[in-house]
């Protein structure tokens, strides 16, 4: 996952990925931006990588490494309408990777690593028309890559490895005219000095403060004056502002002002007059530092958010202070204490994070958060100040349930805002200490699953089911039977205990489903019947069975293996009645 935007209801995202919620979406789609994260709107198929999305009222820019857009031809430039969900005629078609979009008044300004875009020769940087897609007459011509960009009404701000720029040279920072892309006197040279040839030297991140431009990258020369990879100067005249927080590391990778402080972070160890590692917050004059500030973060920090009086940190890191938080935690700003905010994705690769509200989104190389499957992407609430609460109702202790039957298993479940997100249902057959096996993983919480029982073999008296509950912030209560429940032996049983007097489905477990998964079903005479598989569209995607089957209770053979892992449906058809259940394939 490479990009994380939002408007008010819908949250967009790209990257590299096939499937959202249980939903095809080649590398980008559109989910809802509350509840359960639900793929909105239609489908728009990206034939490549999506590495930055600027949504609008009326169309979407996406920027990457791809060869068309919703069906349609359009080389890694594209604008997508809202409504339909289909490509719009805009097609600058660049023929290299398009890497950072800025918007300005009716201009899409992009950066990457191009030579044409729009119709014409374009070289690293250029405006086009968010209409038509063709490149306006502003030509910059940059001599090397543009890595960010943030353009203005009055003026358009660009860093990267270039030292000329608009025929002028501009040593890896410029300011451009908004009508003619030639640079402004505004001359600001960031170099590498004094550590031999061929040393990389480039800029990576702006952030523009009323009058104030900060940027960070590889340098230590702004001008003829010392900067070590982080530098303030004036937009009004390129004045070398005083500000000199000095990083040993590199690169930088944000910095955002919250509050009367600067926060920077990357990858660095050792920053002037004292030690954080890899993120730390500055003054936004003055010497800009405050070195009794140190933040602990012991490996690259990829990305960083606020919300009241934390901060959240997404990257590769392992440690957050003293505390394990592998690739994402929370501090309080003040004390620099780690919260309990833990989500403990399955992979430190964790690349990008936003806040909406209260509510983190973050995007990378995962595919489970904690317990939960989330692959590439998820959304996660802040921790609440209690676990959930949980009460198993049935069974609850002296109840006699036939093997080789459904059970209505029953119980409560509850969480402070915003509540229980799913629960997992274990049986333990030799008492209330365990072990325990898990029969259904991820149910919603609705206070009761139809639980298949199968036969363990023999026919227990020590039974106990347990109830896990898990919020949104991964935290889990748990609850097991008062007291002990019976197996019992019967064979050809419905959910009511009784002789089969009807067609019935049994739910599909264990669910989410690995390799070779029973599908049940039982018929009360004999009967023509059709197994099937359909997807989240309603195609017809796989036949498990067609023909006739005897009285009694049958199963078949869904093999997972074979199909792509997302959400399918499971039908089965007899005598002009159709039942369904819902099932995920996972790897």
Known sequence: MNAIEFDEFRTYIGGRFSYVNGVRCENYAVVHAEGTGVVVGPAVPVGGEVFVVRPGARETFLGGAFASMGGVLRDNLAAIEVASGKALPFAPNPNDAVLALSRASNWLYATGRFSYLGGTSRFFVARVDTTTGLASTWNPNPDSLVRCIHATTGAVYVGGHFTNIGGAARNRIATLNTTTGAPTTFNVSVTTANTGTGVYTYVSALSLQANALYFGGKFNRVGAVGRQNLASVSILDGTLNTWNPGSTGSPITQITRYGLKNYVAGGFDVVTGFQPANFFATDTLGQGVYGTEEFYVDSLLSAFAFSGSNVYFAGGFHFLENAVRDGLGSSNILSRVPTSWAPVPDVREVNALAMSGSDVYVGGGFTRMGTAPARGLAKILPTPASVPVVT???????????????????????????????????????????????????????????????????????????????????????????????????????????????????????????????????????????????????REVAVLADGAFAAGRHAVTLEGARLSPGLFFVRVQSGGVSLSKRVAIVR
Request: charged residues 15%.
């Open 392 to 538: 198993v109702l049935k069974p609850n202790g002296g109840e006699v349930i036939n093997q080789i039957s459904t059970y209505h298993v029953t119980w409560t479940a509850t969480a402070p805002y915003p509540g229980v997100q799913a629960v997992d249902l274990y049986i333990s057959y030799t008492g209330s200490a365990g072990p325990w096996t898990l029969y259904a993983s991820g149910v919603p919480n609705t206070g009761s699953y139809d639980l298949y029982l199968p036969s363990p073999g023999q026919w227990p008296t020590n039974c106990y089911m347990r109830v896990d509950a898990r919020d949104w912030a991964g935290q889990v209560g748990t609850d097991r039977s008062n007291g002990p429940w019976t197996i019992g032996n019967a064979i050809l049983t419905d959910a009511n205990d009784g002789a089969v007097a009807a067609f019935a489905m049994d739910p599909i477990a264990p669910n989410p489903a690995r390799g070779a998964t029973p599908v049940r079903f039982a018929l009360p005479h004999r009967a023509d019947v059709r197994v099937s598989v359909l997807d989240v569209q309603g």
